[in-house]
């Protein structure tokens, strides 16, 4: 048996499944740049218009119609993957998994009626459902962060920094020396040791 046939007879729907589900990481940050990038280009587009008092109209360029429709595939496929993802035995079932995985599926929702209202030209309901999505992306990816790294990641070396800070604040301060009035004692000069003459040496002469 070759190795392709072997992989056919592999492949059975679970298994590609889990492989799509282990893809989720790879996914999911493309449409999190594109819908955060579009909505910063869209403020300000919505300000100047809303200040020309043209409030629906405006220019439509080709290269965000590129960009919300490729924004809203690529979440749809995030969130498909992250939710077979969420089947896998690494992670445990849970309230922090439920409101990210359905804080994925809003996202996803959210920029694929942003695309179809772009595409019909409803401005007010692509400024409204893509700047909705990109709120979404934030509790969306902090809980992911949870699942992931665990509560606190992001602010450990602060909380860590702060105890600290406390711990040094807290340390009893060292008392000052305390100098005396009384004038010190001079030194008494230690008396000098007899000294012990040396013995004498008895010379011995040899006899010729």
Not at 25 to 39: F, K, R, W, Y
Not at 72 to 77: H, I, S
Not at 130 to 138: E, K, W
Not at 139 to 168: D, K, N
């Amino acid at each position: 048996m070759s190795r392709i046939d072997r992989l056919l007879e592999a492949a059975t729907p679970e298994v590609l499944l889990e492989t799509a589900g282990r893809l989720h990481p790879l996914v999911l940050h493309l449409p999190i740049g594109l819908l955060l990038l579009l909505a910063v280009v869209e403020l300000p587009r919505m300000l100047r218009r809303r200040a020309a008092g043209d409030g629906a109209g405006g220019d439509r360029p080709p290269l965000i119609r590129a960009a919300i429709w490729l924004a809203a595939l690529t979440a749809a496929a995030a969130a498909f993957s992250g939710w077979h993802l969420a089947e896998s035995p690494d992670y445990v079932a849970g309230r922090t998994l439920q409101l990210h995985r359905w804080l994925g599926v809003g996202v996803a929702a959210t920029a694929m009626i942003a695309a179809v209202a772009w595409t019909v030209r409803w401005t007010r309901g692509y400024r409204g459902f893509l700047l909705l999505a990109a709120a979404t992306i934030i509790p969306a990816g902090h809980f992911g962060g949870v699942m992931t790294h665990g509560e606190g990641f992001v602010t450990a070396p602060l909380r860590a920094a702060m105890a600290a800070a406390e711990e040094v604040e807290d340390e009893p301060a060292a008392e000052p020396e305390v100098e005396s009035d009384a004038e010190p004692e001079p030194a008494t000069e230690a008396e000098p040791e007899p000294v012990a003459p040396p013995a004498a040496s008895q010379a011995s002469f040899a006899l010729d």
